[in-house]
């Protein structure tokens, strides 16, 4: 009974990691065994090597000072290597109820040993604890990246506690040591999503803001949602090994729906094929709208730009075709408010096509041209991509396993969008075939060839053609009319809130410039009432950071801000986790705060030139609007 428990509690955090529980037989290598205490609390010993978890005298009490003895001046976050008998974890929320725990388990025996002598729900239902392992520890890189990429963790990641069981990692070395390399790939991945420039940021804002007009007039990917549920999806992608299945694609566009990133639509034109019913694009850079330059109305008839706003406006204008707005999970978005249909995308017009596949309900999602790969050549495209091949030098270049073969040459970039890939398809309920006959393995997709997977998923017609039309619904002239004024009041109220923005943090500067002079007139020693007026600054200068917790600030202000605004507090968390309170340890942190305040003040400025910009475009757009309805 207790193992039912724990085990359907699992499935519902992760399933894949139950299911290999559950599949797993009992050997008899793991014993529970009652200890000395009075309560007989037990201790767990592994009989392949003779070792005991804790002791026979008082198990708990092992676990217990092994996590008291640990400085955990900052106990937010922390990785356990190793399960036990679930000691260590339940002493550290004991110490820490607000901590958040990765747990992995090498050994899928042990937790089922565990499982069914020990009742584990409140760890296992806790929304603050995920478990992963007891599998190849790359097919838990979607669970590992998930972990570290939950808001409330991201300002701790450089402040993790590594919490090692000790026999497990005496037991399982290797394994442990490879998974804090899957922590230290998942978290630089999370660094990556956020970005490393908030002036990269400002440009996705920026074209946002200039492109309401066209977000107003276009439909939107949410009217699509599920419509071709159990249908065959195709992602074009323009890699290598397109050259080898292209030709497939003929005759399968109403019996398939098929979604093309933006690079392989003059590929499709170069082998005389019919357009994709639908092309992503998101690269928020000029270069992606000449991708579109010379295709004509009939090169994209039926044809749909599914692209995300962040685009820059003449990638629409280049395109000739329809539009149908996508909207990224962005704050951004959410701020606008237009119901269009938000998406989790990653960073590829890739990774957007089989995202949208997915929105729309396809299953199976099959893959070409997705070689995330450079042949052994250094050819980095298809033929008739409109850049032709990159130029590319070995040191270019890291080694990735391939589909077919052991190792294949990619670049940085490729292994960011393959590792998106995995995230992706570990929470996609369908199958994700990789027909792409070259190039990376992505893991959690079924290879095989093109033609393979069309005489198997691909056989009857779904007219999708007449499908997409059918349900894109006609935007009301009063409904547009609503968006620009209601769009309207959302840039003035912006604009107001950047200046109090700004005003909060010229206040914290000058608190911090009053501790500078406290602690420089004591020599960092302040006694008495100079001891006293600084704590009560330096409080006033950590407390601030408390008043962008707000929903203004995250919706108006944090995409463009995060990579800065969550650096900074990573840097402050990490030299509290690292050194204990002191006024020593104040002067780090009071230079990482007047970096925070500073660069916030002056980067909010930039954007409210950019409000400023969006009012006067929308008022005139306003006017044009009206003088539209009156023709």
């Known amino acids: 009974m207790l193992y039912k428990k724990n085990i359907e509690a699992l499935a519902k955090r992760n399933p894949r990691l139950a299911q290999i529980i559950d599949n797993t037989q009992l050997t008899g290598r793991y014993v529970v ?24 005298i008082d198990p708990y009490r092992v676990a217990e000072q092994d996590i008291k003895q640990r400085k955990l001046n900052v106990p937010d976050l922390a990785v356990f290597l190793g399960f036990g008998l679930s000691y260590e974890a339940c002493e550290y929320i004991r110490q820490c109820p607000r901590a958040r725990l990765l747990i992995i388990e090498r050994d899928p025996e042990l937790l089922k040993t565990v499982f069914s002598t020990h009742n584990c729900l409140d760890l296992i239902n806790s929304s603050n604890v995920f478990f992963a392992g007891c599998e190849d520890i790359r097919m ?14 991201m300002y701790f990641l450089k402040a993790i506690n590594v919490i090692e069981q000790p026999v497990s990692f005496a037991v399982n070395k290797d394994y442990y040591l490879n998974s804090l390399q899957m922590v230290k790939e998942a978290i630089n991945q999370v660094l990556l999503l956020y970005g490393n420039d908030p002036y990269d940021s400002l440009l996705g804002i920026k074209f946002t803001l200039r492109n309401i007009a066209t977000i107003i007039d276009y439909r939107g990917i949410a009217d699509l949602k599920d419509v071709f549920k159990g249908k065959p999806g195709i992602v074009v992608a323009s890699g290598p090994s397109l050259d080898k299945n292209v030709k497939l694609l003929e005759g399968l566009r109403e019996k398939a729906v098929i979604c093309a990133a933006d690079g392989s639509v003059k590929i499709l034109k170069h082998h005389n094929l019919p357009p994709a019913h639908f092309v992503t694009s998101l690269e928020r850079v000029i270069a992606t709208s000449y991708l579109f330059e010379g295709l004509t109305e009939e090169d994209v008839k039926d044809s749909y730009l599914a692209a995300c706003p962040v685009v820059v406006p003449e990638t629409y204008a280049n395109f000739p075709g329809e539009k149908i707005i996508v909207f990224r999970k962005f704050a951004t978005f959410e701020w606008l408010d237009i119901k269009k249909g938000i998406l989790d995308i990653g960073p590829s017009a890739g990774n957007m096509a089989f995202k949208v596949l997915e929105y729309l309900g396809c299953d199976p999602i099959i893959m070409i041209g997705q070689d995330l790969a450079i042949t052994d050549d250094l050819v980095t495209h298809a033929a008739g991509f409109h850049y032709g091949s990159d130029k590319l030098t070995e040191k270019d270049l890291i080694e990735v396993e391939g589909n077919y073969q052991e190792r294949v040459k990619t670049r940085p970039v490729y292994k960011q969008f393959l590792l998106h890939y995995e995230r992706d398809i570990a929470t996609y309920q369908g199958t994700a075939i990789n027909a792409t006959e070259g190039g990376a393995k992505i893991h959690g997709t079924q290879i095989m060839t093109f033609k393979e997977a069309i005489d198997k998923y691909i056989k009857e017609d779904i007219n999708t053609t007449s499908e997409i039309k059918k349900h894109l619904k006609q935007i009301k002239h009063k409904e547009k009319e609503r968006q620009i004024k209601e769009t309207l009041k959302k840039l003035y109220h912006a604009k107001d809130f950047c200046n109090k ?21 004591t020599d960092v020693a302040p006694k008495g009432e100079d001891y006293t007026a600084y704590k009560a600054n330096m409080k006033i200068v950590e407390d601030t950071v408390q008043k962008f917790a707000t929903n203004d600030f995250y919706l108006i202000l944090m995409h463009y801000v995060q990579s800065i605004y969550i650096k900074v507090v990573q840097d402050i968390n990490s030299i509290k986790h690292k050194q204990s309170d002191s006024p020593e340890r104040d002067v780090l942190l009071l230079l990482k705060y007047k970096e925070l305040y500073s660069v916030l003040g002056s980067l909010i400025k930039k954007l409210l030139e950019e ?11 306003k006017v044009e609007f009206t003088e539209r309805k009156v023709k």
Request: glycine share 0%; with cysteine; proline share 4%.
């Open 33 to 56: 065994a009652p200890s000395q205490r009075k309560d007989k609390l037990p201790s767990l010993i592994d009989i392949k090597f003779n070792k005991n978890f804790y002791n026979n």
């Open 140 to 153: 838990s890189y979607p669970v590992i990246f998930n972990f570290f990429n939950m808001t409330a963790n």
């Open 501 to 521: 923005t700004i005003d909060i943090c010229n206040e914290s500067l000058e608190k911090c410039a009053v501790v500078e002079e406290i602690l420089r007139c």
């Open 611 to 621: 409000f400023d910009i969006s009012i006067e475009i929308m008022e005139k757009f």
